[in-house]
């Protein structure tokens, strides 16, 4: 939080701010304090905050046209791509953008595990995190449903039936969550309910994750705390502003690339067969986001383990703050750890690979070994990294580094003049 | 001030938590339970089928509550196969003479017990049905041989209403 006190200048401003401080929190957002060494992956929480935002406008534009039942889902979204004035290009930005969103969200995350940021004062921060990473999986599942085409179906009764491996009630549930004995009607205008609604909760999240964030600050490439306001820091507004508007275009002409030129390279072409209940497609795979997690339900020959790994693996992130044992954030000081996350790095992607494979022969083998390497990485090799690893000495400012270890003076006031 | 007021506040918030609770509890009731197949669901509950036409060693499909049903009227071959096999040995032990009421028809639900796909006819390494969304194999009795489902495709409630005529649910 800016540690001053503000007063609007004119007499309007001060009369409306005493009443609601809105003008301090908008000045509290352009002064805020930024470590001045963050770097380009920094950039990816304005940019998941455009995804958000930018799935929610077209998600509302594409609802005045959709219509969730049964007989017409199918045909109402070959309507929007045909005849709606420009609804190709809604539903194209929307279907992608769901892509977009969580390929910003994967890098989201591996910046802060590279970097530490989940680790301590930032535990809140992470696990707020977490549980948006959770809803945006719900939120992209239920909204694959909706266009009722194979994928989407069988998409639906695979995840659906996940929750019948649970002993006794496992069954009941799922005919609760159907509303009927297979996957219908009553699940479609369900699953659109929602999907309409999750997007809300995550702006909901997003402001808390935003607050968690604004009370320590941001964390750095070098991981050291910074004193606010200091020579370490510069005002959010105008220096991350136009970083992060910069990366966004960057982003932006990558988004346009799939929605112009390969729209349909990231979705699957039985989703342009409508559902159909007695004919399951040959290769049900779901989408490229929920690879990992798919192949490491599968490499489990047990129906009910299969789900509790799968599980697993997504709510180990919750506990990592506490799994990782070194004081150290940054992993440019833990060379160790460096690598380690770099295997990790390359697992994940094995996984997502395999998902996509037919689980079968050597592929299954793989996919088994690419499973318990990340709950060892998460389980055993972190915790201990902690206690044995030999990190090299961290700087006392991030000043120090950039002028290359011995305190120049007369450079640093030459910087310093740089910015006014 | 006594000892008896403040005990007896404790107790009147505490019990009127209580009834909030229960309170909150008796409404979220009927929320939660709307989303349970409802009447116009469960009033499809069951389905006469014509098996005059299929001839042996076929199998014919028919949808009952939504969910596929697989019919097949096995060869005798076939139902040798299914009764020669070690019961014991099996994933999920049953015998064949438990899964059908005459031994020619075969009627079971047409979904995998692993995650719901419908599996494939006439396919997989135990000459019955494969599911092709993670490999199971089931043999000519329906019943689960190799793969990741736990148990054996399900015989729905059925009964035949005479010799060329059943009546699923
Ligand atoms: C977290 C944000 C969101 C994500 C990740 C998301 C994701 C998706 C996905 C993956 C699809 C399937 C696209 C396809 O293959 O056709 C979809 C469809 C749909 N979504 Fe969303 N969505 C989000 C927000 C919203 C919101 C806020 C609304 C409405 C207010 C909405 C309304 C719809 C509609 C009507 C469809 C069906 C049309 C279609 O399939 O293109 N979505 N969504
Ligand atoms: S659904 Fe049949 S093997 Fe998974």
Known sequence: MSDHEYTPKSKAGKWFNDRLPLLTLANHLTDYPTPKNLNYWWTFGGILTFCLITQIITGLTLAMHYIAHADMAFDSVEHIMRDVNYGWLIRYIHANGASMFFLAVYIHIFRSLFYGSYKAPREIIWIIGIVIYLLMMAAAFMGYVLPWGQMSFWG??????????IPLVGEGIVTWLWGGYSVDNPTLTRFFTLHYLIPFLILG?????????????NNNPIGID???????????????????????????????????YTPNILGHADNYIEANPLVTPAHIVPEWYLLPFYAILRSVPDKLLGVIAMLSAIFILAALPWLDTSKIRSAVFRPLYKQFYWILVADVLVLGYMGAMPAEGLYLLIARVATAYYFLHFLVILPVLGFKEKTLPIPLSITEPVLGGTPNLAAAKNKESFKA | M?????????????????????????????LIDQMNPDASVKALASTEVD??????????????????VFIRRRTPDEIAEARAVNVKELIDPESDEERVKNPEWLVMIGVCTHLGCVPLNDKGDYNGWFCPCHGSHYDISGRIRKGPAPTNMEIPKYEFVNANTIKIG
């Open chain 1, 156 to 165: 639906a009764t695979v995840i659906t039936n996940l929750f019948s491996a």
């Open chain 1, 205 to 217: 999240l997003v402001v808390l994750h935003i607050w968690a964030l604004h009370v320590p600050g």
């Open chain 1, 226 to 260: 910074v004193k606010k306001p200091s020579k370490d820091t510069v005002p959010f507004h105008p220096y991350i502003v136009i970083k992060d508007g910069f990366a966004l275009l960057m982003f932006m002409i990558v988004f346009a690339f799939f929605v112009f």
């Open chain 2, 51 to 68: 098996l005059s036409s299929v001839k042996p060693g076929n199998t014919i499909t028919i949808m009952w509550r939504g969910k596929p």
């Open chain 2, 2 to 30: 006594s000892e008896k007021k403040p005990k007896r506040r404790e107790f009147l918030f505490t019990a009127t938590y209580a009834i909030g609770v229960v309170g909150a509890g008796v409404v979220a009731w009927p």
